[in-house]
């Protein structure tokens, strides 16, 4: 199963019943992600609840004063069946002026714009709007 898939897809699904938190399996990629995301203002804040085994992650989802989400649009790009890498000249994969490319990299879960500075290219995860 693609726990990444999962987790997008839940971001995805809260967003758009408007639900305040939603709550995802623990793991060290998710918590990066989530990182990232609280780091672009995508997401108001996350926190991690331990239980013995992997854990619990919750996400604060950001709103606007007219209840308008910070996601619009979130979506998987690599795949376990495919995977989709880039150098770090063609990291933003043409969403640059629209959003945000999370990328994994060998400095860790970063952005596009942070692996240009970086200049290390990756596997692409995530795009967000």
């Given at each position: 199963m693609d726990t990444?898939?999962?987790m997008l897809t839940r971001i995805r699904n809260a967003v758009q019943a408007k639900k305040e938190v939603v709550?995802?399996?623990?793991?060290?990629?998710?918590?990066?992600?989530?990182?990232?995301?609280?780091?672009?203002?995508?997401?108001?804040?996350?926190?991690i609840f331990e239980d013995g085994k992997?854990?619990?992650l919750k996400i604060l989802l950001r709103y606007t004063?007219?209840?308008?989400?910070?996601?619009?649009?979130?979506?998987?790009?690599?795949?376990p069946s495919r995977r989709i890498?880039?150098?770090?000249?063609?990291?933003?994969?043409?969403?640059q002026e629209l959003g945000t490319v999370i990328l994994s990299t060998s400095k860790g879960i970063v952005t596009?714009?942070?692996?240009?500075?970086?200049?290390?290219?990756?596997e692409i995860l995530a795009k967000v709007w």
């Open positions: 990444i898939s999962d709550e995802i399996p623990s793991s060290r990629m998710k918590k990066e992600i989530a990182r990232v995301l609280k780091e672009e203002g995508y997401i108001a804040n996350f926190k992997a854990g619990t004063r007219e209840k308008e989400p910070a996601i619009t649009r979130i979506e998987r790009v690599s795949k890498y880039r150098s770090y000249q063609e990291a933003d994969g043409g969403a596009s714009r942070q692996a240009k500075t970086l200049k290390v290219g990756g």
